[in-house]
Antibody
Framework: EVQLVESGGGVVQPGGSLRLSCAAS????????MDWVRQAPGKGLEWVGR??????????EYGASVKGRFTISRDDSKNSLYLQMNSLRTEDTAVYYC??????????WGQGTLVTVSS | DIQMTQSPSSLSASVGDRVTITCRAS??????LVWFQQKPGKAPKSLIY???NLQSGVPSRFSGSGSGTNFTLTISTLQPEDFATYYC?????????FGQGTKVEI
């Protein structure tokens, strides 16, 4: 069974940093591109970014609102995906989901982890 | 960036109704479109990919169609568990972009 489990969310002050993790199981993690998607309270879904697999040199893509502040990485030996978030703003407050790209983007999702940016 | 416009933003329906939700892309995306269902407090669930392929385990009352810029999600006979918010996502190009969502209410 495919499972994605996010962790690392919490409360952080504006300008601060936070690192989210996503632990994957039930599939060959190294074979898949992986995404981060977020959802602000009461709002719609926003794509944060993607990391490709080893064969594509682990290259990344980012949404405009996070580019230059957020970094996506992965450790295939640990079946884990990461999101390093720096220079956090109040508008980054959201539930952050990791999602697998397989049968289309987002064929499996984690349960999400809440990040609150507040002073 | 490609803009995805869903309509309607919300709708009221009854069990047994046929429901149609549309998604329009600001430029052609061939058929690189996914439909998701999201229930309150839960992660989105993929229903349909490449515009018309049903994900494994998704009931056959869900169907998708379209290509280019105009896409449709149809629920043939609405069931109680289908009351949720539905999103489209284009994955033709970066950045990926979602529609704003359609809330299906009783």
């Amino acid at each position: 069974e495919v499972q994605l489990v996010e962790s690392g969310g919490g409360v952080v002050q504006p300008g601060g940093s936070l690192r989210l993790s996503c632990a994957a199981s039930g599939f060959t993690f190294s074979d898949h591109y992986m995404d981060w998607v977020r959802q602000a309270p009461g709002k719609g879904l926003e794509w944060v970014g993607r990391i490709r697999k080893r064969g594509n040199r682990y290259t990344t893509e980012y949404g405009a609102s996070v580019k230059g502040r957020f970094t996506i990485s992965r450790d295939d030996s640990k079946n884990s995906l990461y999101l390093q978030m720096n220079s956090l703003r109040t508008e980054d407050t959201a539930v952050y989901y990791c999602a697998r790209a397989g049968y289309g983007d987002g064929d499996y999702w984690g349960q999400g982890t809440l990040v609150t940016v507040s002073s | 960036d490609i803009q995805m416009t869903q309509s309607p933003s919300s709708l009221s329906a009854s069990v047994g109704d046929r429901v149609t939700i549309t998604c329009r892309a600001s430029q052609g995306i061939t058929n690189y479109l996914v439909w998701f269902q999201q229930k309150p407090g839960k992660a989105p669930k993929s229903l349909i990919y490449v515009a018309s392929n049903l994900q494994s385990g998704v009931p056959s009352r869900f169907s998708g169609s379209g290509s280019g810029t105009n896409f449709t999600l149809t629920i043939s006979t609405l069931q109680p568990e289908d009351f949720a918010t539905y999103y489209c996502l284009q994955y033709n190009s970066y950045p990926r972009t979602f529609g704003q969502g359609t809330k299906v209410e009783i």
